[in-house]
């Protein structure tokens, strides 16, 4: 280790981090929850994604033994984990795309309106 | 090592109702002091749990907490994550117990919840991963992680650039006069220009601050851009760098030295951070 930095880090910077306390929310949550929810404004849950957070969260608790005396290992037999997380995940990926292009298609029904309903604007501008 | 043993007797540990938490690994003599954490409420004092040590003589620890498990258990935690005020809470305590495993060197911070039916247990499971801790212990010591924010500066081109509600459409009862549709798409069409050319200036920069400081930094990655927020202010870059402590500096000077020269974004630099996006185990 570099003598300099001990040095710094034991007399007179104790934690070389931000401290903690003043770091912003959505700053925290997006490393302590990874990828596992959507921050808007200062702080708003993807309920969707809180759903693969909490799915997730099931492997960790491992009452694993307790759960496979009782017969509910279903997360090893059964898909319908993953596959439920994955369709959350495919339904959503659908929405967002669709909202995509109704966007592009008001977008562009205002910027060419003119352009695509030639008939009308021309009518318009001979009268 | 002088450590003195971490964990207690184990005979809490079966104990019913009581989970164990774990929030980071590190190596043994980091954890000799805690300071003020005292991680979640309603938990026990945080300890530190000896992982199986490999050939190589590096003991690693783990920190960790006995917990209720009816506030950890799947329910209670669904519940509560669920609940911005108490998801804040939680976040924020792993956060500093993450924090203070690292004070004194590298550590590899646990997801939020790594929480096993009981010590043996985690101490077991934790073992078994002990070279992947290794691997990522030596990737990332000494070095910090650095968040940079890029936003759409929406005062680049001045009041032109200012967003204006369109004069509403006329309503039925009232014949607009001649020229007035052609008026009122023009001024859309103006106002998309100008928005997609504000928008492409700021991707072009965003573009260069991101490689700028790639070029610095041993790690980058770049996270999912936040929602536009009520305030209309809109992210085109969420970054995250992992940065050589001895090049913290350079890093300050090229950071402020782009934030001087940017016109069309604003760049928002947090940190140092412990590396938690650089941190990933890969599964073992």
């Known amino acids: 280790m570099n003598p300099d930095r001990a040095v710094r880090r034991a007399d007179l910077d104790p934690s070389p981090w931000a401290a903690p306390e003043t770091a912003s929310l959505a700053d925290v949550l997006e490393r302590v929850l990874d990828k596992g929810i959507v921050i808007a404004g200062d702080v708003k849950i993807d309920l969707l ?66 352009d695509e309903a030639p008939a009308r604007s021309t009518a318009r501008r001979t009268s | 090592m002088t450590a003195p043993a971490g964990a207690p007797a184990a005979s809490t540990a079966t104990e019913k109702g009581v989970l164990t938490c774990v929030f980071a690994v590190c190596e043994a003599a980091q954890l000799a002091e805690l ?42 935690l669904r519940d509560r994550l669920a609940d911005p005020a108490d998801l804040a809470a939680v976040a924020r305590t792993h956060h500093a117990m993450v924090t203070a495993a690292a004070a004194a060197g590298p550590a590899v911070p646990l997801p939020l919840g790594t929480l096993f039916t009981d010590r043996t247990r985690a101490t077991q499971q934790l073992s078994a991963q002990a070279a992947q801790f290794r691997s990522v212990l030596d990737r990332l010591r000494d070095r910090t992680e650095w968040a940079v924010k890029v936003y759409v500066n929406r005062t680049a081109h001045g009041p032109a650039g200012e967003l204006t509600v369109p004069s509403a459409p006329p309503r039925k009862s009232t014949i607009p006069p001649p020229g007035a549709g052609r008026a009122y798409l023009d001024r859309i069409r103006a106002r998309r220009q100008d928005q997609e050319s504000r928008q492409e200036a ?21 996270r999912r851009p936040h929602a536009a927020r009520a305030d209309g202010r809109v992210q085109v870059l969420n970054g995250a760098y992992l940065v050589d402590t001895r090049r913290t500096g350079a890093f300050h000077e090229l950071v402020a030295a782009l934030q001087a020269s940017a016109d069309a974004v604003e760049i928002e630099v947090s940190g140092p951070w412990v590396p938690y996006s650089f941190a990933a185990v890969d599964a073992g």
Request: glycine residues 8%.
């Open chain 2, 35 to 76: 300071g003020p954490c005292t991680g979640y409420d309603g938990g026990s004092a945080p300890y530190r749990l000896a992982l199986a040590g490999g050939p190589d003589g590096r003991v690693l620890h783990a920190l960790a907490q006995d917990v209720p498990a009816s506030a950890f258990c799947e329910q209670a």
């Open chain 2, 202 to 222: 700021a991707l072009a920069e965003t573009t260069r601050v991101d490689e700028a400081i790639k070029s610095l930094a041993d790690g980058a990655v770049r």
């Open chain 1, 49 to 114: 994604d809180i759903e693969l957070l909490t799915i997730r969260l099931r492997l960790f608790i491992s009452s694993v033994e307790t759960a496979r005396k009782a017969g509910i290992n279903w997360w090893e037999t059964d898909p319908a984990l993953s596959s439920s997380a994955a369709r959350h995940e495919a339904e959503k990926r659908e929405l967002l795309e669709r909202v995509a292009e109704l966007e592009q298609r008001v977008a562009r029904s205002e910027g060419e309106g003119p």
